[in-house]
T-cell receptor, first 111, second 116 residues
């Protein structure tokens, strides 16, 4: 069966520090991968999606970047965090339009 | 661009009663899916129910059912016999066929509270 792992679960980082959130999927190959952000009391905003290794599409201009170095690995990064980067980050994968599967999420607090 | 609108930021219902959450969407496509996801306090996203646009019959999963009105671009969720465990954020979402680069687009969510 397929599983998705996302870590860390919580993270507190100072302003200006770098960020690396990792997501890996097991039990499937060539999935579509997604990073979403959920700000407090708001919906899910799609940040990045990837249809293959090295293929990244950005949905909104921002302080973050994403990379897909391996088929089932998706990384969300920042060189210098801003206060506005605080939020709940969710990784997801799908294989077609019938469903998407989500990780447990990372709560990021920038202080 | 596709958009999903949930006009009810918050709703409440008494235990054992029925509640309906509203969702409208905007698309010019014909091949797509609609979803309702539940996000409990644990924040894990859980698929509640999905509807394929080509199917006229409304989807049903136990106490959860949808009213899919394709022409009106409306996709409401009905929860019958509400339970305390149904308390959660509910997100309506849309995904269209896009040649392998499908994206799930969400509404802003409805916070549902089931009262004892």
């Amino acid at each position: 069966s397929q599983t998705i792992h996302q870590w860390p679960a919580t993270l507190v980082q100072p302003v200006g520090s770098p960020l690396s959130l990792e997501c890996t999927v097991e039990g499937t190959s060539n999935p579509n991968l997604y990073w979403y952000r959920q700000a407090a009391g708001r919906g899910l905003q799609l940040l990045f999606y990837s249809v293959g290794i090295g293929q990244i599409s950005s949905e909104v201009p921002q302080n973050l970047s994403a990379s897909r170095p391996q088929d089932r690995q998706f990384i969300l990064s920042s060189k210098k965090l801003l206060l506005s980067d605080s939020g709940f980050y969710l990784c997801a994968w799908s294989y077609d339009i019938r469903e998407a599967f989500f990780g447990q999420g990372t709560r990021l607090t920038v202080v | 661009a596709q958009t999903v609108t949930q006009s009810q930021p918050e709703m409440s219902v008494q235990e054992a009663e029925t509640v309906t959450l509203s969702c409208t969407y905007d698309t010019s496509e014909n091949n797509y899916y609609l979803f309702w996801y539940k996000q409990p306090p644990s924040r894990q996203m859980i698929l509640v129910i999905r509807q394929e646009a080509y199917k006229q019959q409304n989807a049903t999963e136990n106490r959860f059912s949808v009213n899919f009105q394709k022409a009106a671009k409306s996709f409401s969720l009905k929860i019958s016999d509400s339970q305390l465990g149904d308390t959660a954020m509910y997100f309506c979402a849309f995904m269209k066929y896009q040649g392998g680069s499908e994206k799930l687009v969400f509404g802003k969510g409805t916070k549902l509270t089931v009262n004892p």
